[in-house]
């Protein structure tokens, strides 16, 4: 059975950072792509970052560019996500996502997910 297990979340001040991993198993990851989504109350999930084999390529979305970055360890079978300089509206509900990449660029069908981490950030 896979399951992807997500920590690191919690109450941070703004300005601050986290560090948040996603721990697999059940299977390695070492060709998929995996990616960090978000979803904060009363908006749709929408994706972060997404990461395809050991060191790209890479997506960040606009609104994360430069704040935060993502990293997998295949031999661990965990991808990380570092959040800094955190802003109140990255407060939300992060998962972790797996899938086979269908695009040169990483693009992916998710086909497996975390339960997810929350992320509070405090202005």
């Known amino acids: 059975q896979v399951t992807l297990v997500e920590s690191g979340g919690g109450l941070v001040q703004a300005g601050g950072s986290l560090r948040l991993s996603c721990a697999a198993s059940?299977?390695?990851?070492?060709?998929?792509?995996m990616a960090w989504f978000r979803q904060a109350p009363g908006k749709e999930r929408e994706l972060v970052a997404r990461?395809?084999?050991?060191?790209?390529?890479?997506y960040y979305a606009d609104s994360v560019k430069g704040r935060f970055t993502i990293s997998k360890d295949n031999a661990k079978n965990t991808v990380y996500l570092e959040l800094n300089s955190l802003r109140s509206e990255d407060t939300a509900v992060y998962y972790c996502?797996?899938?086979?990449?269908?695009?040169?660029?990483?693009?992916?069908?998710?086909?497996?997910w975390g339960q997810g981490t929350q992320v509070t950030v405090s202005s």
């Open positions: 996502a797996a899938g086979r990449p269908i695009t040169a660029t990483g693009t992916a069908r998710y086909d497996y």
């Open positions: 059940g299977r390695t990851f070492d060709s998929y792509t």
């Open positions: 990461i395809t084999g050991s060191i790209g390529p890479t």
